[in-house]
């Protein structure tokens, strides 16, 4: 008999549902999900509009808490901490890139990519914010601020910031949204970079050109799981969409 070593996956949801109120009465946004995201996996979440996959993405992330079931990042289970240990567990184990790069635009590029370790009252390593814009290729702009910045700089200043702390985990809630065609292609090359290394990606997008660099694709529609393709191209990504929104 052989004996395989299972390691704990990254993060993992077990029967999360999430109800919010309404005038109209509850509206389930995510259904009793249960899945698995693989150490080192980069992994593309998408739907039609309304389907729960952004309101997944904050689950997974604890920026929202389920109605019911569990979230564990890295063997923690968010459920069981405070508001306040919760925070502090999310800015050493795990980053955010969103489609608005929320940077301040009074602080430089080497700032903004501080700022996290600031507002927590960490020491600031200036090598490894160095080392961060160098890996994005914005070495040479440290000093410059965010409106002195094309959009894609700016993306790329917010993924700095994220791969600063080195994350376990990276949340991105449609990191290209914002981007031309080419700029967008080098951030997901850089994201496809980072899960190669051995960071995991979890990634909410509408673009199945976007999806096509992950390893994994999770369709959603009313708040469920419905479907999953690995190793697809953007053509095959896209007709599973266009069936769901038929």
């Known amino acids: 008999m052989t004996t395989q070593t299972l390691t704990a996956p990254a993060v993992a949801l077990e029967g999360v549902t999430r109800t919010y109120r309404s005038r109209a009465g509850g509206v389930h946004a995510v259904r009793g999900i249960t899945h698995a995201f693989a150490g080192g996996s980069f992994t593309a979440i998408m739907g039609p509009s309304g389907s729960g996959k952004s309101t ?4 997974a992330a604890g920026l929202d808490r389920p109605n019911h079931g569990r979230v564990t990042i890295g063997g923690t289970v968010l459920d069981s901490l405070s508001e306040t240990a919760l925070t502090k567990f999310r800015r050493t184990s795990m980053a955010f890139i969103f489609q608005s790069y929320n940077l ?12 996290p ?14 080392d961060a814009l160098d890996r994005v290729g914005l070495r040479d702009l440290a000093r410059r601020r965010p409106p002195e910045l094309s959009g894609g700089q700016q993306q790329r200043v917010a993924i700095a910031r994220a791969l600063y702390g080195k994350p376990n ?19 997901l090359a850089l994201l496809r970079t980072l899960a190669d290394g051995g960071q995991t990606i979890v990634m909410v997008t509408h673009d199945p050109l976007a999806a096509s ?14 479907g999953r393709l690995q190793g697809a191209d953007a053509a095959a990504i896209a007709r599973r969409m266009n069936d769901l929104e038929q």
């Open 56 to 59: 997944l993405l904050q689950l």
């Open 213 to 226: 660099y992950a390893d994994e694709t999770l369709f959603l529609a009313d708040g469920q799981i419905v």
């Open 117 to 130: 370790a600031r507002l927590a009252r960490l020491p600031v390593d200036g090598a490894a914010v160095t």
């Open 169 to 187: 985990v990276i949340f991105a809630d449609e990191p290209t949204g914002a981007l031309d065609r080419n700029t967008g292609r080098a951030v």
């Open 104 to 115: 301040l635009d009074a602080l430089t590029a080497f700032d903004n990519v501080a700022l």
